[in-house]
C-alpha cells in the first residue's frame, strides 16, 4: 500500500513534477546531476547491487575464517559456560547469548566456528533488514547498497561481528523493530505492532540496553499515521504484553534470586569521582576507529539531519530511526563522563544510522540535487567503502596468516589468544602435583580453563560465587583434598578468612606471537573446600562489575 508521504515533500515533489516514492517523505531520485559519479546512475542500480552481492559474500567468508581460526577471546569462553548450563538467566546478561552458542555448537561442535556462528548470522540477518528498510523507504537500489556496504566497512561490523557477544543479538532484534513499524508506517496496518512486540521481547532477552529504545518508539507512536496516532488502539499495548510475556523468564529468574541481575547492572560503580573528559575522549576515539574516520562523522551528521528533517515534517519513521541512534549515543557519551564504556556497547545503534545516511541522501538529492557538499558524498562514501573493506581483509590476512605482532602490548586479540598454552601448563601441573580440580578468584581465568580443558577436569571460580547461580557443578566434584590455584595476582586477601593452605607449584607466562602479556602464579591449594553457594552477605558471594 502506499505510504504517508510528509505534507512538505508533497509539495516539494508536485512543483517539480516528479513521482512519488513508496516510502514515508522519500522520493525517487532526481536526473543525475553534473559532478555525480555515472556509476550512480538509475540504470547502473544492478550492476552496483551484484558487486554489492559479491562484496557482502566475500568478507561474509573472510569473516567465517577469522572466526574459526582466531583463539577465543575471554568474554566468548565465558558465554560459552552459559550454553553447559540449564538455567533460565544469568548475573550478567539474559540468556539470549548463551541460547546462540548452545546453537552454534551444536551444529559445528564446540569449536572456534560453532561458539561464533551466531555473529556470523547475525551480521547477514541485520543487513537483510537494514536493506529492506531503506527499499520500502526509497525503492532505489543505489541506496540500498550504500547501507548496506557501509557496516562491511567498519572494524565494527565487518571484522567484530564474527565474535560472539550478547550484541550481536541485540543489534538484529533491535533493528527488527524498527523493520516492523517502519512496515506499520507504509502499510498503515496496526497488526505490525505484535511483530514488533515479539522483536521486543527477544531484544530484551539478548540485554537489557534496548530499553534506550523506547523513547524512540514513543516518540514514533505519538505521530499520526493516515491521521491515525498510532497509540491508538489495542496493538501497540497488546505487543507490550508481547514483549513482556517473552522476557518473563528473565523477570522470574530475578524475582526468585532477589533482583540479582538487574541490581548487578544498575548498580555498575563510577570509574571516577566527579567528571572527567579522560573516558570521553576514550569512547569518541573508539567510534573513529571502530567505524572509520569517514564513515563515523558521516552517521553523526545524517542522523542529526535526518532527525531534524522527521521532526519537522513530523515523519514518524524518520524520527524512529533518528532517535534510535541519537538517545543511546547520548547516554553512551553521558556516561563516558564517570566509566568507560565497553566496546561493544553501542553495536545496536549504527545500523539505524547507517540507515539515515541512506534516506538522507535520497532526500538531500531530490531537494539539492546540485548541492556541492552532497555531490562529495559518493566519493567518500566510496573510499570510506574501499579502504574499510581493504582494511578488513587485512586484518583476518594479519591475524590468521601471519606471525606478526605489530601492536606489542596493545594488540586486542593477543592479550586474550595463548591461553591455551597456559591450560596446557596448568594441566601438566595438576598432574604432578596430584591435584583433581582447578580453582580460581576470576572469571576469565574460569572460562579458559574450561574452554581450553573442555570440562574434562572441575572447574571453580571461588568468589562472586553470584554468577554462578543455578550452575550444574557438585560440591563433591571438589572433596579430593588437593587442588591447583591459577591466578594472575597475589592470593586475594579472601584466602585469608579461610583454613586454606596455598603452596607456590609453577609460574607460566601468558604470551603470543613472542610478547609477553602477563605472567600466572600456580599453588597447590590444601585443607580447603570450595563452597559453592555461600549464604547472603558472603564475601565469596557477591560479584562487580568488571
Known amino acids: 500500500m502506499d505510504p504517508l508521504p510528509s505534507i512538505s515533500f508533497r509539495a516539494v515533489q508536485a512543483s517539480a513534477g516528479q513521482p512519488e516514492c513508496a516510502g514515508a517523505g522519500i522520493v525517487t531520485a532526481a536526473p543525475r546531476a553534473d559532478g555525480w559519479p555515472v556509476w550512480l546512475d538509475r540504470e547502473n542500480s544492478r550492476h552496483l547491487i551484484a558487486v554489492s552481492v559479491a562484496v557482502v559474500g566475500v568478507l561474509t ?207 555498575r560503580p563510577t570509574q571516577i569521582q566527579g567528571w572527567s573528559l579522560k573516558f570521553f575522549g576514550e569512547f569518541l576515539g573508539q567510534q573513529f576507529l571502530m567505524l572509520g574516520p569517514i564513515v563515523f562523522p558521516m552517521v553523526v551528521i545524517s542522523t542529526a539531519m535526518v532527525g531534524w528533517r522527521g521532526i519537522r515534517d513530523r515523519d514518524p519513521v524518520a524520527i524512529l530511526l533518528a532517535l534510535c541512534a541519537a538517545v543511546p549515543v547520548g547516554f553512551l557519551a553521558g556516561r563516558s563522563l564517570y566509566a568507560r564504556i565497553g566496546d561493544s556497547w553501542p553495536l545496536f545503534v549504527w545500523p539505524f544510522a547507517f540507515a539515515c545516511i541512506a534516506l538522507n541522501v535520497a532526500r538531500w538529492r531530490q531537494r539539492q540535487p546540485n548541492s556541492p557538499v552532497l555531490r562529495s558524498v559518493p566519493y567518500f562514501a566510496a573510499t570510506a567503502i574501499l579502504t574499510g573493506t581493504g582494511f578488513v581483509a587485512l586484518a583476518v590476512i594479519y591475524y590468521t596468516a601471519t606471525d606478526a605482532n605489530v601492536l606489542r602490548n596493545n594488540d586486542p586479540i593477543g592479550k586474550e589468544a595463548g591461553f591455551a598454552q597456559l591450560a596446557e601448563a596448568a594441566h601438566d601441573e ?108 558472603d564475601p565469596f558471594r557477591t560479584a562487580v562489575p568488571h
Not at 81 to 100: A, Q
Not at 112 to 136: K, P, Q, Y
Not at 507 to 521: E, F, K, M, N, P
Open 430 to 537: 595438576l598432574g604432578k602435583i596430584g591435584a583433581k580440580w582447578f580453582a580460581t578468584t576470576d572469571y576469565r581465568t574460569y572460562a579458559m580453563l574450561r574452554w581450553h580443558l573442555r570440562d574434562r577436569i572441575p572447574v571453580v571460580q571461588v568468589d562472586e560465587r553470584d554468577r554462578f547461580i543455578g550452575f550444574g557443578a557438585r560440591e563433591d566434584a571438589f572433596a579430593a583434598p588437593v587442588g591447583l590455584y591459577v591466578t594472575a595476582q597475589n592470593p586475594d586477601a579472601l584466602w585469608r578468612t579461610t583454613s586454606a593452605v596455598l603452596e607456590p607449584v609453577r609460574q607460566a607466562d601468558l604470551s603470543w606471537r613472542g610478547t609477553r602479556y602477563d605472567s600466572y602464579i600456580m599453588y597447590r591449594l590444601t585443607n580447603w573446600r570450595p563452597v559453592l553457594s555461600p549464604p547472603p552477605g
Open 61 to 267: 567468508v573472510i569473516r567465517a575464517v577469522f572466526a574459526a581460526v582466531v583463539p577465543l577471546r575471554v568474554d566468548e569462553a565465558y558465554y560459552w559456560t552459559w550454553s553447559k548450563e540449564s538455567v533460565l538467566s544469568f548475573l550478567d546478561h539474559p540468556p539470549m547469548v548463551s541460547w546462540c552458542v548452545y546453537f552454534g555448537t551444536l551444529m559445528f561442535g564446540d569449536t572456534n566456528f560453532g561458539v561464533r556462528f551466531s555473529g556470523l548470522l547475525a551480521m547477514l540477518t541485520m543487513e537483510v533488514l537494514l536493506a529492506d528498510i531503506v527499499w520500502r523507504m526509497t525503492r532505489d537500489w543505489r541506496w540500498v547498497a550504500f547501507a548496506v556496504l557501509l557496516p562491511e566497512a567498519t572494524i565494527d561490523y565487518g571484522l567484530l561481528m564474527a565474535r560472539v557477544a550478547p550484541d550481536a543479538a541485540l543489534t538484529v532484534f533491535a533493528l527488527a523493530i524498527a523493520w516492523a513499524l517502519v512496515r506499520l508506517t507504509l502499510s498503515g496496518n496496526p497488526r505490525w505492532w505484535l511483530l514488533a512486540g515479539v522483536f521486543g521481547g527477544l531484544a530484551l532477552l539478548s540485554k537489557y540496553i534496548v530499553v534506550l529504545l523506547i523513547p524512540a518508539i514513543v516518540a514514533f507512536a505519538l505521530v499520526p499515521v493516515r491521521g491515525k496516532r498510532p497509540l491508538a488502539g489495542r496493538y501497540p499495548w497488546l505487543a507490550v504484553l508481547i514483549a513482556i510475556a517473552i522476557f518473563s523468564p528473565v523477570l522470574y529468574w530475578n524475582a526468585t534470586h532477589d533482583w540479582a541481575s538487574f541490581r548487578f547492572q544498575l548498580n
